[in-house]
């Protein structure tokens, strides 16, 4: 039931962002651009496939809570659904507040926050750790008692709700402000501007923020992104830069009590320069200055994209009955592409070597499937090939990447992550 609300999810998940898209064309108003669309989408596959295997984990997690561990016994009601759905928001409340006051909660969520844009697309940039934690606070419900069929349908009907609070299409909502969390009151929550930080954390009911003192109303535009913006569209590095100022800022610390309280401190406690050496340390200076994306690059990233998300989509109703190194091998190169579409847009020159290690799963998934000798053959001379025409098949496909002009810039300059 879950995989196939997953699978349902992916189309209308792309439906409406195509809507939002052309609305935003038709209002003038510059929502989506490709490098962070492209961000957020692939932030936003990785979430998936990691939910497939934490959906059915914290299913059984539940079960268990409330099999052995339930304080009541709650029956299914109408009250205790509408109960349920307000018991969960308030939950999520105090998630998301935690999540945005303590460091080591704060290195997961981060990542969710990283867009300079507002749309649809936003809401997708989920990492795994955010997904792990945040099912961790889920597990009070079944411990209260609450069925577990019951809290997976609220958290479904949560889940969705959200998504469509990421958007700049939608003005304010008359009376509905003073009682739902809406577009802008989300729109608040994601702003950089000084009077809008750590306001509105609610999912679905405002009144959450206005009990606990965190609400703000949307009066000026907000500014989306990090107070401190990332100078990079790495994939890796989006999801595991502020970890890595965690753990600098941990070594830093004289004694473990000290290193605890860091750790659960709040994030301005980590000092702002400690980024920008992490940069210099695992991020090349920037190699190319090419914010003009030739067409081919753009249609590429596209392609791989649009492929790996029909893959995340035939996958998911299989999931069960794919044999146990299939999923890995497909995992695997479903990960791989999308750290291969963020290198690409850092203008990486290393992206030939996840190309080739790509070719080498794929290969291995068809060998699987179809174990023909003249197959297999083939693509074993394809390697060999590879491997003994390395630098030219390397030259000749990051000039038809990145344009030859490039390609003489890239080949002289490091390419760290």
Not at 153 to 178: D, N, P, Q, W
Not at 300 to 324: E, F, R, V, W
Not at 351 to 375: G, K, Q, T
Request: net charge positive; aromatic share 16%; glycine share 4%.
């Amino acid at each position: 039931m879950n995989n196939l609300l997953l699978t349902i999810s992916i189309p209308i998940f792309l439906l409406a962002i195509a809507i939002e898209y052309f609305l935003s064309k038709k209002k003038n108003v510059k929502a989506f651009t490709f490098n962070s669309t492209i961000s957020n989408i692939s932030i936003g596959i990785a979430e998936r496939l990691s939910s497939l295997a934490l959906t059915g984990v914290f299913y059984s997690i539940f079960k268990n809570i409330h099999q052995y561990f339930a304080i009541f016994t709650i029956k299914e009601t109408l009250f205790t659904w509408i109960l349920l759905l307000f018991l969960t928001d308030f939950i999520w409340y105090w998630y998301h507040r935690f999540s945005h006051e303590i460091n080591i909660l704060w290195a997961a969520h981060i990542v969710h926050h990283q867009s300079e844009e507002f749309n649809l697309t936003v809401s997708a940039r989920i990492t795994v750790f955010q997904a792990l934690i945040r099912n961790v606070f889920w597990c009070i419900l079944p411990l209260i008692g609450f069925p577990v069929h019951m809290v997976m349908i609220i958290l479904l009907i949560h889940a969705a709700y959200s998504f469509f609070t990421h958007t700049r299409m939608v003005g304010k909502l008359g009376f509905l402000e003073y009682i739902f969390v809406t577009p802008s009151h989300h729109r608040v929550h994601h702003a950089s501007n000084v009077n809008y930080l750590d306001k509105n954390y609610a999912d679905i009911f405002i009144f959450w923020d206005k009990l606990f003192g965190t609400f703000a109303e949307e009066k000026e535009e907000p500014q989306y992104g990090l107070t401190q913006p990332l100078n990079s569209r790495s994939f890796l590095w989006q999801h595991f830069h502020q970890l890595l100022e965690l753990l600098e800022s941990i070594k830093n610390m004289p004694g473990l009590k000290q290193k605890i309280k860091i750790a659960l401190a709040k994030p301005e406690t980590i000092s702002p320069d400690l980024r920008q050496q992490l940069e210099k340390k695992f991020l090349s200076v920037k190699n190319v200055t090419n914010n003009q994306k030739r067409e081919i690059q753009k249609k590429y990233i596209m392609g791989q994209i649009s492929l790996i998300i029909l893959l995340l989509t035939l996958l998911i109703p299989l999931y069960k009955n794919i044999a146990g190194e299939m999923v890995f091998q497909l995992n695997a190169l479903i990960l791989i592409t999308l750290i291969n579409c963020g290198a690409i847009m850092e203008q990486k020159a290393w992206i030939f070597h996840l190309e080739c290690l790509r070719f080498i799963i794929i290969s291995a998934i068809l060998s699987f499937y179809f174990p023909d000798p003249a197959l297999i053959s083939i693509l074993l001379n394809v390697i060999l090939l590879l491997c003994f025409f390395f630098s030219d098949f390397k030259r000749m496909f990051l000039v038809f990447i990145y344009g030859k002009f490039f390609y003489k810039r890239l080949v002289g300059m490091s390419n760290k992550f």
